[in-house]
């Protein structure tokens, strides 16, 4: 396929495009997924072995950090997602899923996630699931969203754990160089002055700390995106299998000077994540719509 075939502004419809396009192709279809900017950025990674996190763009570690030299970070946006994938490992792209969406969107006693099915003619539609005319299914119906699901959907694998995997993602700024001034409280007002934007995906087994150090801010009354937290990694241990495990502290605050920008920061990422999510959803059901005319549609796309 040629790399070279759109014009810059041309990105938004050939984005939409993909979205149409990836029914029945597993090559558009990732690229589709792959467009979300949250997939771009460098990425915050927990080592398995040792108590170090570890920077990272493409193979390239841009910087590790441990207990003495420690990573900060300001929260900018939280973001979650739900994917069932497909059995085995011969395929990278999912089945169904919701997309990014805002945090609190899969509450367990609230739960508004709605999955689109992405399988196209490559994956028969499993038993139970009921999509729409546009191709969806609310979460809280799916029986693949159920505890004790995953043996269902692949026999090889048992457990009470459901066949619909949840992620949560953080984008953040991560601190490399930083002024700060200590309070009477014992916490510190901090004046950045070298971050980088990166993308923090949180494991299962640090979910309930970050959940605790959510809690801690909001008693504060204070916008996540004003707190620096300071991370850590605890390695766990069962038998011979060995995990990294986030321990989070609020470290302090951000100073006045910088309140407008991680505002800012918010809001366009709030737009590039979740708006854009919106658009693949509205853009999925009105292919539906027109499915008579796809295959005149995708001749006439030009590579």
Same mark, same amino acid.
């Given at each position: ?12 419809? &050939?984005? $939409? ?10 090559? %558009?279809? #990732? ?19 040792? +108590?170090?996190?570890? %920077? ?34 011969? #395929? ?7 997309? &990014? ?19 196209? $003619? ?20 799916? +029986? ?28 953040? &700024?991560?601190?490399?160089?930083? #002024? ?45 995106? &004003? ?28 100073? +006045?000077?910088?309140?407008? #920008? ?42």
């Amino acid at each position: 396929m040629s790399t070279d075939i759109m014009k810059p502004d041309e990105t938004a419809s &050939y984005i $939409d495009y993909l979205i149409g396009a990836s029914k029945g192709s597993v090559e %558009l279809g #990732e690229l589709e997924a792959d467009s979300n900017i949250l997939l771009t950025l460098p990425q915050v990674k927990l080592d398995k072995e040792r +108590p170090v996190i570890r %920077l990272i763009s493409g193979d390239e570690t841009i910087a590790e950090y441990t207990r003495t030299k420690r990573l900060l970070i300001i929260p900018v946006l939280i973001a979650e997602t739900r994917t069932l994938w497909p059995v085995g490992d011969e #395929e990278t792209f999912p089945v169904c899923g919701t997309g &990014y969406v805002n945090a609190g969107t899969m509450a367990r006693n609230a739960d508004k996630g709605e999955g689109q099915w992405r399988g196209g $003619d490559r994956h028969e539609l499993p038993e139970g699931f009921s999509l729409d005319e546009f191709g969806r299914q609310k979460c809280v119906a799916c +029986p693949f969203n159920q505890f004790e699901s995953i043996g269902k959907w692949d026999q090889k694998k048992e457990g009470k754990g459901k066949a619909c995997s949840e992620t949560r993602v953080i984008a953040v &700024y991560v601190v490399q160089k930083s #002024e700060s001034t200590q309070t009477r409280s014992g916490l510190s007002i901090f004046k950045p002055t070298e971050y980088i934007l990166a993308a923090m995906p949180i494991p299962a087994t640090s979910l309930r700390a970050m959940k605790t150090t959510q809690q801690m801010i909001e008693r504060r009354s204070v916008k996540p995106q &004003y707190t620096v937290i300071e991370v850590t990694n605890e390695i766990q241990s069962s038998g011979s299998q060995k995990w990294g495990q986030y321990a989070l502290d609020i470290a302090g605050f951000i100073g +006045p000077t910088m309140l407008n #920008e991680v505002d800012a920061e918010s809001a366009d990422l709030r737009r590039k994540v979740f708006d854009q999510e919106i658009a693949v959803q509205k853009h999925a059901s009105d292919m539906k719509m027109l499915s008579a005319d796809q295959s005149k549609q995708e001749d006439d796309i030009p590579f």
